[in-house]
Every structure is written in structure tokens, then in C-alpha cells.
């Protein structure tokens, strides 16, 4: 069984900063991408950032320059470091990883949410 935990998500002002941490576990063999997602009421999930196991990233393009995603390999751990945050920030954050258990395929697996809310 394998397991997303995520945390760090709150309430925050415009302008403020937050982290969000994700620690997968369970039995996993390899451990792929990494990634944050997000999804606002009324709007499709979107992808936020991701980081492959060799630590390339991606990020939308609404958030370049202010979101750093990194990952820890030895802990099975991604990060979500999001400053200068906005109201249009405001959104439940996703964490996802793509790895692969032993004697099985590559599995997508999600962590359950964490909000996070921008507001003054």
C-alpha cells in the first residue's frame, strides 16, 4: 500500500509565503515524477509543478517565479515552496507521484488535499 501525506497548507495574506510538504511511503521500488497540482472551486485541476527523479521541473506558467518545487529522493519527499502568493493562488493543492512497487507497472497515486487560501 502506498501512501501521499501532504501538509503545510493555511491561510495566508497576499504577498505571504507558505510550503507545502508531501511524504509518500508505503512498499515502492522506484519512485518517477513528482508534482503538485491544484484545483479551485468551479475549475478543472490544473498542474501547478513537477520534478523528475533527476530534478527537472516544470511549472505553469501563472506561477514561474514565484513557486519553487524540490524533492527529497531519500525521504520520498517533494516540496512546494510558494511565495509572493495571490488571491488567484487560492485553490485545495494535489500532491502526485508516479512510481513503481515491486512486481507491478507505473502507478499514479494522489495525496488527499491540502487548502490553501489567500486573503487578507
Known amino acids: 500500500q502506498v501512501q501521499l501525506v501532504e501538509s503545510g497548507g493555511g491561510l495566508v495574506q497576499p504577498g505571504g509565503s507558505l510550503r507545502l510538504s508531501c511524504a509518500v511511503s508505503?512498499?515502492?521500488?522506484?519512485?518517477?515524477?513528482m508534482g503538485w497540482y491544484r484545483q479551485a472551486p468551479g475549475k478543472q485541476r490544473e498542474l501547478v509543478a513537477a520534478i523528475t527523479s533527476g530534478g527537472s521541473t516544470n511549472y505553469a506558467d501563472s506561477v514561474k517565479g514565484r513557486f519553487t518545487i524540490s524533492r527529497d529522493n531519500a525521504k520520498n519527499t517533494v516540496y512546494l515552496q510558494m511565495n509572493n502568493l495571490k488571491p488567484e493562488d487560492t485553490a485545495v493543492y494535489y500532491c502526485?507521484?508516479?512510481?513503481?512497487?515491486?512486481?507491478?507497472?507505473?502507478?499514479?497515486?494522489w495525496g488527499q488535499g491540502t487548502q490553501v487560501t489567500v486573503s487578507s
Open positions: 502526485n507521484a508516479a512510481l513503481r512497487r515491486v512486481g507491478v507497472g507505473i502507478e499514479m497515486y
Open positions: 508505503g512498499s515502492i521500488f522506484t519512485m518517477y515524477s
